[in-house]
């Protein structure tokens, strides 16, 4: 055997592209970001609430939360070809960490939320319960409890190597087993109701517009911290790292690199991210329940990631939202349509426009500068068929 | 939820003497039906992913089709018996036909990526159930079971045996051995088995790989009609009865690992026995938790799934 040291992998693969780095210097580079940054900024935090009424910027902050759940599919799968279909089940931890803790605080102290005595016939409160009633233990619980639950899981499967499409059905298989346990213990977590009917937030009346435009602006500024986060991660050399194991996980193994920590990093901190959406999607919308994080719901998050672009920074923030809306404004009137369209979203943009509407963006660059340069949006490089893995 | 209950049921708080036994091999039996439905509904997706590494999420309503099309041809055919006979081979095609469909149009542009697909069927799959809406809608419908299926056997020592468990355990029986005997027989059988074990090998040989996928997933499809007339025996029928089926049988192939059925019916049937025990020492939620753990647990110890072929590619 003399032809050892040849590894399968490379031979197939076609010729490694060089590392893509910005053609301008990085002063500039940081420089629009900066500038894309503070535009958002204006966007979300002055036109918004002007142009937008009561209603509308309450619905704005529903989507915006699940625009944060996009940011972190859009960093684990987009970037680290991690296809997650169980992202509910982290945005279901940090809402229900955040509405246990609401409930308990709409009690008062000593007292048991009121569902608990319709259909529990508790008489004192669960244990797994009392720690909520601390806002020093529930607030950091729910970014933390999702990112435990991930990291314990990522590591159990990363490390053997699991991956691919027996990945996706075991995060979906996660979030098909949390929805059939929340239900099953309807007792402690009011099963298919969830926690509903949400009134304070830190002592804030929720029914109160005043307190209401208050969650949004949090909404919008967690939001943007997110994304100023993702784009740290991606432009960083663990970005790099990521998006090398997303295209050739093998020749990064031999390169001396681990991927599973690699893959680990980017699924504990997408599910933080999800996690914090759940806990500030609870005073938005006044409720958490198994509907909202179950199978389909996980799977929905992916959409609007696909649509925008799953490995831009901004494509899965946009692409979330503009599918949230388009339900809200479909679903309402035609529901059927909506399923169809939806259907037919998923099937014309996954098959046809794997890089999202954001390529689109990327062609029509290119054709501006006449010269074809590696754009960062459409990176997006189908990979080899994957052997019996 | 789903295949669940069937048989001899005591409450697990009875005292435990002499029904002991008796309680066992009714759990017993009534996790071994739970694998047959598994299986029914595996077998398929087995065949699909282990040959050409797609997850189809589109099987589910593969299966609402083959429900449909009992319930279809009962209307036509009034006497419960024949149509279900009939509808056996009629579903079966009918399944078929829409799998070979969807590979034709969709799913052979994206053989190169095994992840996309499964979020393309899985938009293939909301649109056919929103056609069964908007076709039979929305409200489940229930077919009428022959005669000779509705009742119940009773075996020495107290233990009754629902008869559509039994049927339903025979017709899984029955499509494992006509599935491995086509598989070893027939010259389609050994294309098939061709491409799985080096699909660019068997290119060079001059196997028409494009076809052999289309006819795999013939078959595939085919048997998920079949898992859905025998659903028509446990339950109603309705636009998302394949969605609750569907991940569990995809935990089965995973675990099974892909290439061979034999790992395909021992962890249906595994499972199907876990779930039934742990239903009944705990609830239903918690025996779905603790098998969801018990798979990753599996996968630990072995990631591939209990069997696999050799093959000399990196995984």
Redesign the interface.
């Known amino acids: 055997m003399t032809t050892v040291a040849r ?3 490379t031979a197939a693969d076609p010729a490694p592209a060089p590392p893509t780095r910005p053609a301008a210097g990085p002063s500039r580079h940081r420089y629009r970001a900066a500038v894309g940054f503070a535009f958002g900024a204006a966007l979300l935090f002055a036109v918004a609430p002007l142009v937008l009424s009561d209603f509308r910027l309450s619905l704005l902050a529903k989507y915006l939360c699940v625009a944060m759940v996009a940011v972190g599919i859009g960093l684990a799968w987009g970037r680290g ?1 991690m ?1 997650t ?1 169980g992202q509910g089940v982290f945005f279901g931890l940090g809402g229900y960490a955040m509405a246990m803790h609401l409930k308990l605080a709409d009690a008062g102290p000593g007292n048991m939320p009121d569902f608990m005595m319709l259909y529990g016939q508790l008489d004192e409160l669960p244990l797994w319960w009392r720690p909520f009633a601390s806002p020093w233990f529930a607030l950091p619980a729910t970014v933390l409890l999702p990112m435990a639950v991930a990291f314990v ?1 990522g590591s ?2 990363f490390r ?3 991956r ?3 990945f ?3 995060s ?3 979030a ?2 949390m929805v ?2 929340l ?3 309807q007792g402690t977590t009011g099963g298919t109701n969830g926690l509903t009917d949400i009134q304070g937030f830190f002592g804030y009346d929720l029914d109160d517009p005043v307190n209401q435009r208050m969650v949004y602006f949090i909404i919008a500024g967690t939001l943007l911290a997110l994304l100023a986060l993702a784009r740290h991660l991606m432009q960083s050399r663990y970005g790099e790292l990521l998006v090398a194991v997303r295209d050739s996980e ?1 020749r990064v193994r031999f390169l001396g690199y681990d991927p599973a920590t690699v893959k680990l990093v980017a699924y504990v901190v997408a599910a933080g991210m999800a996690g914090l959406a759940g806990a500030l999607f609870v005073p938005a919308v006044g409720i958490i329940s198994p509907a909202l994080i179950g ?2 719901p996980s ?1 929905e998050f ?2 609007g990631v ?1 649509i925008g672009g799953r490995a831009t920074l901004l494509g899965p923030v946009l692409g979330a939202v503009a599918v949230a809306w388009a339900r809200t404004a479909l679903s309402e009137r035609f529901p ?1 349509t909506w ?2 369209l ?6 014309v943009v ?2 046809f426009l ?1 890089g999202g509407l954001a390529s689109l963006i990327g062609l029509a660059r290119r054709r501006d500068d006449g010269e074809p340069r590696p754009s960062r949006l459409g990176r997006f490089r ?8 | ?1 789903g295949p669940g209950g069937a048989t001899a049921r005591a409450h697990p708080h009875q005292q435990f003497g002499v029904r002991t036994v008796t309680v066992l091999i009714g759990q017993l039996f009534t996790g071994v039906s739970i694998g047959a439905v598994l299986l029914l509904i595996a077998l398929g997706l087995a065949l699909t ?1 282990g040959q050409m ?3 189809n999420m589109a099987h589910g309503e593969f299966i609402m089709a083959g429900a449909y099309t009992t319930y279809v041809l009962q209307q036509v055919i009034t006497a419960a018996g024949w149509s279900l006979l009939i509808a056996l081979p009629v579903a079966f095609v009918v399944a078929g036909a829409m799998g070979v469909l969807l590979e034709f149009l ?1 799913i052979r ?8 697909t ?3 069927t ?6 056919l ?2 056609l069964a ?2 076709i039979f809608g929305s409200p489940n419908v229930q077919t009428r079971a022959p005669e000779l299926l509705t009742g119940n056997i009773a075996l020495p020592g107290g233990i009754t045996v629902a008869n559509n468990r039994l049927f339903i355990l025979a017709l899984a029986g029955g499509a494992v051995v006509a599935l491995t005997l086509a598989l070893r027989v027939t010259p389609l059988g050994r294309r098939i088995r061709a491409v799985v074990q080096n699909r660019d090998l068997a290119a060079v040989s001059g196997i028409p790989t494009a076809r052999v996928d289309r006819m795999t997933f013939f078959i595939g499809s085919g048997l998920a009609g079949i898992a859905g007339v025998a659903l028509t025996l446990l339950g109603p029928i309705g636009p998302t009865m394949g ?1 609750n089926l569907i ?1 569990d049988a ?2 089965v192939v ?1 675990v099974g690992g ?2 061979q059925l034999k790992g395909t019916v021992i962890v249906a049937f595994a499972l199907g026995v876990l779930q039934a025990t742990g239903e009944y020492l705990t ?4 025996a ?2 603790m ?2 753990i018990a ?2 647990a599996f ?2 110890w072995r ?2 799934g209990l069997f ?2 050799r ?5």
């Open positions: 590894d399968p992998v070809g296809l279909l899981l159990l499967v053997r190597r699991v691919g499409a027996y996706a059905i075991l979906q298989a996660l098909a087993a059939i346990l239900i099953g213990q093998e199978i389909v799977i992916v959409i696909a059927g399923t169809y939806q259907g037919l979203l998923f099937v996954v098959a794997p189908p990979r080899r068929r994957e052997g019996a893995a | 939820m992913f590494g797609v997850i969709l542009r994206l053989y190169a990526r095994p992840l996309d499964l979020l393309v899985w938009g293939v799959s909301l649109i159930q929103q809406r908007d969605t991940i995809f935990l995973v892909i290439g609830t239903l939620s918690v779905k938790v098998v969801f798979i990753v996968l630990q990631p591939q696999t072929l093959t000399r590619s990196l995984a």
